[in-house]
């Protein structure tokens, strides 16, 4: 008999209380600690951050209330964050933002305005008078469009050919394994940019390269998963009732390979949003004017940055985010969908 | 040596030779993708037709594509990696071997900082597991992972060197030139920028592969024996949790070398990473192409190396064989 503490309820949840005044102060703490001009800049990230860790904290607490305590705030965070940003990448043509891109527009705005989370530039301008806030969500569309799209083509290529070679193994199996080798050989970025020399970097050559650096841990993981499946019950079973192989691999096989290699997938989203932004920044992906997240670090480079460091930090911070709401996304999904640590 | 080792040095050398056989030609088969004309590109527009198709008789660029690919890795076999079509039209092989030394020792400096700081830190973490320390390390390297080398190098340089004035922006030192200090002194931003990442994979590997280690029993008794935390940690508990982070160090040679790219770029170092971004970036296909062959050459010798010398390393893998 397990030993059931009878539970006390107070009358009126007070820790609830705790929690909703923790949200409520810490926002009003970041959104004044933002957009104040009162303050040193040091003063108003501080106070930034206290009001951001209130605000988590207590987001937490309530959470934990409503949903129980496997609630992860850091989680939905994340989630949030890549929802807003995907909705504003996908409108960002109708939405009413400042110029991004055409210089010869922006000649009677102000230059490196700084960030006030107000007015006409919320997020500051650039050397030409450029809107960050524009400018971020155009890059967001690209960084966006190419990296999904870079690992949509490179999980079905490279899931398929792992599916195949790991069903019917034999020279196939051993051929495939070859050419993955080789093109795990070469280190990623050293790949990109051995590519970029050769190819114009256009938004569909980029992806096509970057598709190309997922295939080969693609194939690797769905070959591995496909061969620990194909001596279980159900697909034996298949085969002795006279399922044609393709039945075999397209039913019994994929479906189990399909998760495993989704939660790869959501992990590679951030590797490629950073391998893309890292080509740019180089000067060797998309080009200017077209604003991405790295070509935009890349106009800090030298004596800007040090004068002006909202032009680094605010595409900066837009890459963390969206690369750090992907590892957690990721993370979770690899913990629910795929015990096995897989190794990159 | 007993003969399934043997056996299986040659199934690995064989297998090597083969894959960097393949990388040989994907290399060789950039100048196929190459749009237009490597004698344009090489001497310029507004040069009479006959000079170009001297050049390409010259360049050997009317052969098949198999002579070529045959005569180029003849002569890679000997060192010849050809000449940078770019001015200076320097070797690119003496190009590589002046570079070669910046990046190695970026790497290996910045391999060394993310030991240093990651194994305390790890046991740190793992000794007081759960505790404020603990959850502040986890989520500080959680969020490390996320920050992009070349975003990281940016926030460091203007930290140390703009703020804090601590550390000079460029102008290499090189170790030959005999001032150690001086190159170190250089050498310590853009290793601690390719430190960071390492950094941060290792504190939570190591951590892992430690707490699940503090739960033996021999630590207990250890424990129950009255010795100092910090000695059972580094005596006992150390060693049998290292062999992920063995395996890590293999595995994150890759991103070291990737990020050791942008670094130097990013702090302009005379490294491999500038020389193959300025290369990629004018459309150098030789340098590119000769960088990219040494760089797969040397990633794949040491992978193939830890591959071997993991059974030497945890006597678990040796039995399987024996």
Known sequence: ?344 | MSLATVRRLALGAAELVGVLLIVSIGVFSLVVLLPGDPAVAILGPGHPPSAYAELRQELGLDDPLLTRYLHWLGGVLQGDLGRSIVPPQGEVSSRLVSALPVSAEIAVLGLLIALVIAVPLAMWSAYREGGVVDRIISAGTFGVLSVPSFLAGLLLIWLMVNSLGWFPRSEWVRLSEGDLLGNLHHAFLPALTVALVELAMFTRVLRGDLIVTLREDYILAARAKGMAPLRILVADALRPSSFSLVTLLGLSLGRLIGSTVIVEYLFSLPGMGSLVVNAASQGDYPVVQGAVLVIAFIYVVINAGIDFSYGHLDPRTRRVHA
Do not use: C
């Open chain 1, 1 to 344: 008999m397990p030993d059931i503490a009878p539970r006390t309820r107070t009358a009126f949840p007070l820790p609830l209380l705790y929690a909703a005044a923790f949200v409520v102060i810490g926002l009003a703490l970041l959104v004044y600690g933002a957009t104040t001009t009162a303050l040193i800049p040091p003063a108003k990230v501080l106070l930034a951050l206290t009001g951001l860790g209130l605000l988590m904290n207590g987001a937490a607490r309530l959470g934990k209330a409503w949903a129980g305590p496997d609630f992860d705030i850091v989680f939905w965070f994340a989630a949030a964050w890549l929802v807003l940003l995907g909705l504003a990448a996908l409108l960002a043509p109708w939405l009413p933002l400042a110029e991004e891109r055409d210089v010869a527009a922006t000649v009677t705005e102000p230059v490196f305005e700084t960030p006030t989370f107000t007015g006409a530039h919320p997020l500051g301008t650039n050397g030409f008078g450029l809107d960050l806030l524009a400018r971020s969500l155009h890059g967001a569309r690209s960084s966006l469009l190419i990296s999904l799209s870079a690992v949509l083509v490179g999980t079905v290529v490279g899931g398929a050919i792992g599916l195949v070679a790991g069903y019917l193994r034999k020279t196939l199996d051993r051929a495939v394994g070859l050419a993955t080798n080789s093109l795990l050989a070469v280190p990623p970025l050293i790949l990109l940019i051995a590519l970029a020399t050769v190819l114009e970097p256009s938004l569909r050559n980029v992806a096509l390269s970057l598709a190309l650096l997922t295939v080969p841990s693609m194939v690797r993981l769905s070959r591995a998963t496909t061969m620990a499946y194909t001596n279980r019950e159900f697909v034996v079973a298949a085969r002795a009732m006279g399922a044609k192989r393709s039945r075999i691999m397209l039913r019994e096989l994929l479906p189990n390979v399909l998760l495993p290699i989704t939660s790869l997938a959501i992990v590679m989203i951030s590797v490629l949003i950073v391998a893309e932004a890292s080509l740019s920044f180089l000067g060797l992906g998309i080009q200017p004017p077209e604003p991405t997240w790295g070509n935009m670090i890349a106009e800090g480079e030298g004596r800007v940055f040090k004068e002006h460091p909202h032009i680094v930090l605010v595409p900066g911070a837009f890459l963390f985010l969206t690369v750090f709401a992907f590892n957690i996304v990721g993370e979770k999904a690899r913990r629910r969908w795929d015990p096995r640590s897989v190794k990159l």
